[in-house]
């Protein structure tokens, strides 16, 4: 935004035009619906709407693919979070978003206010939020800014879910050199509601109230849908100004004070103000009820002087939410929020025009018609290169001769103190996961597990992705991000209940991004199918990639999903540590087989190649619903699901949890099959301790469901590979947990 554009009555230039985000064909869109020239207020409303952040003009016509429905679904995509029903009268709420440019800008606030968005998201809706997940994604460790980004990202994340009082349960975090200049931070929140007292956010009956209530208005956030829409150049510092800043404790306030007015009769329509600020929150509300909306710009709460309109409809402050209410319940809302110490100011009113009118100290400064703002936004489907020439361009190498294993041990010692599966512990014990004392499970296991307060129940929660198999494969990785989140939920004992996303790729006008997008779309929807899983919410961010000094280009197509399960009895809940010496290891699914693109490839045998694992969803299914009902019957003492890493590493890490040593045993599997055979990440494998070892091979055989002894729980503290490795339990930890601390400390 430049000086000379400050003002409401300057003049529409191609460059003002430019900086607002619009193509010149965009702008002639604008101005065919407003039949006349907009003014700069006009024409920044048009700009944030029309963003991809808020418009998902690239993505919407593919998104139309997911499916979305289900017996158990309230409500799918188009809200501020999808619900579903958890049975007894009760939902869950819940949805992912991302904040990644403000997060590289300003990793603090830019993290502590993407968890403060999310939330907001969620409790708008009526639910209580119980649980906070992030999935992060960061470059070289030893990029020169990258210590720097951690640090800030997980300290926000901390610092804002630990002062509101919502515990951060889990989450994930990968290293790549694509995310060099452009970190990925995405948030999730899971809240739970009468099914009964679920708010919504379309405005009706003319004439009712409109009610701002939050915090004052500021400068801070102006043009941040904007700035989340287009890639990094190299004047990223400069965009600082774009990143909000959030209160957590005020954030509190909000929450208890809007679920105290919803249990009145007293709400007609809710929204929080979150990308573009008051601009979205009054078009949606009013498009989404057909009806007309007139602002007072005057009566918006502000804490600076001299705000200009244009200036309130952008600020996307924090911790600000919109309503409409019932004639002559003013008074009383107001009373609530004054009690928790909030602004509270009824700003304007609903009309039957179907226009957003604006006025400021007596002049209407905004007069435009809703629809073109909601309904006839730009809509691309954008040039993409088919699968077959995606991989041609991706290049990927094929699978070469496997190197023989010289040292298993070594091998593993140096995978365990890998970026990509090192401990996180240094990052999760920064966040209060306990807070509310109905945490079941903290991090470090499959999935989180979140007791129903004051109930049997528990939603199990997961988010999942991994971005080097959807390089390699856009459709089989983007099957495999819902499938592992499927498998994760079902290694706690969680049955499935649907899926929130994060979709954070590359600039989609370039037909090789365009086709990671398509490629990826198409794989989650037929895994989301053949899974009974729906997507019920989510969120699309484009451009994630850099031009700035030091940074890469485009990141890795980064689908990520959220997932959340029900158990009926959170006692029935599966953990990954053995639990007693000899005892018989399964594994469930087969013996692994598949080298293309595991970890062991990349960080022992330096190479990024092969196919990505495929995903047989028939025997994800199949696999799931054993392991469910084996751990129903109690039958399992411990269960981990084969990923990163593979075989070794799953064991390792479940002998780490439990502190007890393990044996692998693979008669017969020599030289690159044997490599395979531990190191292989093919999908659909779980690792199993049984209490009873003839009772669960019985089970398989009747359930048609291939499971191998593959080992046993050993008294002595070592993993060990039969005749051909052993590596102290010690040394093990020693290697896994002292990643992230040398990190921080700056010793990598």
Request: aromatic share 6%.
């Amino acid at each position: 935004m430049t000086q000379n554009a400050s003002s409401n009555a300057a003049e529409i230039t191609p460059d003002i035009v430019a900086e607002h985000g619009l193509s010149p064909e965009e702008y002639e869109r604008v101005l065919n619906a407003l039949g006349r020239t907009p003014n700069l207020v006009e024409l920044g409303i048009f700009s944030v709407m029309w963003s991809e952040h808020c418009s998902y003009k690239s993505s919407r016509i593919h998104l139309k693919k997911l499916p979305t429905e289900g017996p158990q679904v309230i409500c799918g995509p188009g809200e501020n979070a999808g619900v579903v029903d958890i049975g007894d009268g009760q939902a869950a709420i819940f949805k992912m978003e991302s904040h990644n440019h403000p997060s590289y800008i300003e990793p603090y606030q830019g993290a502590a206010t993407g968890v403060g968005g999310i939330l907001r998201d969620v409790f708008t809706m009526g639910a209580r939020p119980i649980a906070n997940m992030n999935a992060l994604r960061f470059g070289r460790p030893d990029h020169p800014k990258m210590r720097h980004l951690i640090d800030g990202v997980v300290r926000g994340i901390g610092g804002y879910g630990n002062c509101v009082g919502v515990p951060t349960v889990g989450g994930e975090v990968n290293f790549h050199t694509a995310y060099d200049g452009n970190i990925l931070v995405n948030a999730m929140t899971v809240g739970v509601a009468e099914t009964d007292r679920i708010f919504y956010s379309a405005a009706s009956g003319v004439g009712n109230p409109i009610v701002y209530v939050g915090s004052k208005t500021g400068r801070d956030g102006i043009h941040g849908a904007t700035m989340a829409s287009a890639d990094f150049g190299e004047d990223a510092e400069e965009k600082r100004p774009t990143v909000q800043v959030g209160d957590p404790f005020t954030e509190k306030l909000l929450i208890e004070a809007c679920l105290e007015l919803m249990a009145s009769d007293a709400i007609v329509a809710i929204q929080d103000m979150g990308a573009a600020g008051l601009t979205s929150s009054s078009v949606e509300m009013a498009s989404k009820g057909g009806v007309g909306i007139r602002l007072d710009m005057n009566k918006v709460p502000q804490r600076e002087t001299g705000m200009t309109a244009y200036e309130m409809m952008l600020s996307e402050s924090q911790e600000r939410m919109l309503m409409v209410l019932k004639p002559g319940r003013e008074a009383f809302a107001e009373e609530i929020f004054k009690k928790w110490e909030l602004d509270f100011a009824v700003i304007g009113e609903v009309t039957d025009t179907g226009r957003m009118v604006l006025d400021h100290h007596g002049e209407v400064v905004c007069d435009i018609p809703l629809a073109p703002l909601a309904d006839d936004a730009p809509l691309y489907d954008r040039p993409h290169l088919s699968q077959a020439d995606y991989k041609a361009w991706a290049a990927v190498k094929p699978l070469g001769d496997i190197p023989e294993l010289t040292d298993i041990g070594a091998d593993l010692l140096k995978l365990m103190a890998s970026p990509d599966i090192a401990s996180r512990r240094w990052i999760w014990e920064q966040y209060d996961n306990k807070v509310g004392g109905d945490t079941v499970q903290i991090p470090g296991g499959d999935a989180a597990v979140v007791r129903v307060h004051g109930t049997e129940k528990a939603i199990a929660i997961s988010t999942d992705c991994t971005p080097r198999y959807c390089y390699a494969d856009p459709y089989e990785g983007g099957k495999q991000a819902v499938a592992e989140c499927y498998r994760n939920l079902s290694a706690v004992g969680a049955t499935q209940l649907a899926i929130t996303n994060c979709l954070n790729f590359a600039n989609p006008q370039r037909p090789e991004i365009m086709a990671q997008i398509v490629g990826c779309l198409n794989g989650m929807a037929d895994a989301c199918r053949a899974l009974d899983f729906p997507i019920v919410s989510g969120n699309v961010s484009l451009y994630n990639e850099s031009k700035a000094t030091g940074g890469g280009s485009a990141i890795l197509p980064t689908p990520a999903i959220g997932g959340i399960g029900l158990l009926k009895d959170w006692r029935k809940n599966a953990t990954i540590g053995f639990k007693q010496a000899d005892r018989t290891l399964f594994l469930v699914g087969g013996v692994p087989s598949h080298l293309g693109q595991s970890l062991w490839l990349r960080e022992i045998a330096g190479q990024e190649a092969g196919a990505a694992p495929a995903v047989d969803l028939a025997a994800e299914r199949k696999n799931a619903d054993f392991i469910r009902a084996q751990i129903a019957a109690d039958s399992i003492a411990a269960v981990h699901d084969v990923s990163d890493g593979g075989l070794l590493v799953s064991a390792t890490e479940m002998a780490l949890a439990g502190n007890i040593g393990v044996t692998l045993a693979l008669d017969g599997v020599e030289g690159s099959a044997l490599t395979a055979a531990l190191f292989g990440e093919d999908q659909g494998r779980y690792l199993v301790e049984a209490a009873d070892a003839a009772a669960f091979a019985n089970a398989a055989a009747e359930a048609g469901v291939e499971a191998v002894a593959i080992g046993t729980t050993e008294t002595q503290a070592n993993v060990s590979v039969k005749d051909a490795a052993q590596v102290a339990l010690a040394d093990l930890r020693i290697a896994h947990e002292g990643f992230f601390p040398a990190l921080m400390a700056g010793e990598v």
